[in-house]
Nanobody
Framework: QVQLVESGGGLVQAGGSLRLSCAAS????????MGWFRQAPGKEREFVAA????????YYADSVKGRFTISRDNAKNTVYLQMNSLKPEDTAVYFC????????????????WGRGTQVTVSS
């Protein structure tokens, strides 16, 4: 089993920045492919970003490309999501997800999930 705990959410003004962290425990973190998803009220959970276990490949939703950066520190068993130039439409609960299967962009591609952290961007 893998346990994931997100942190770093909060309230920020439009144009501001936040850095989310996701701490993993339970199994070999360095072999996990990791992703971030978000879910706004009344909407489906959507892909935000993903990073391969090697750290050498990253993927982003078009809506966040150029503003968000995903990274990982295998020594700390942690994956990060640096969010810059935040917009009100980025407001959502952000979830960390993990899988040992090949990396994907759908929620069903991931096997382990955190409980989420709220990000609210005011205009």
């Amino acid at each position: 089993q893998v346990q994931l705990v997100e942190s770093g959410g909060g309230l920020v003004q439009a144009g501001g920045s936040l850095r989310l962290s996701c701490a993993a425990s339970g199994r070999t973190f360095s072999s996990l492919n990791m992703g971030w998803f978000r879910q706004a009220p009344g909407k489906e959970r959507e892909f935000v970003a993903a990073i391969r276990w090697t750290g050498g490949n990253t993927y982003y939703a078009d809506s966040v490309k150029g503003r968000f950066t995903i990274s990982r520190d295998n020594a700390k068993n942690t994956v990060y999501l640096q969010m810059n130039s935040l917009k009100p439409e980025d407001t959502a609960v952000y979830f960390c997800a993990a899988t040992y299967r090949p990396l994907g962009r759908g929620p069903s591609d991931y096997d382990y999930w955190g409980r989420g952290t709220q990000v609210t961007v005011s205009s």
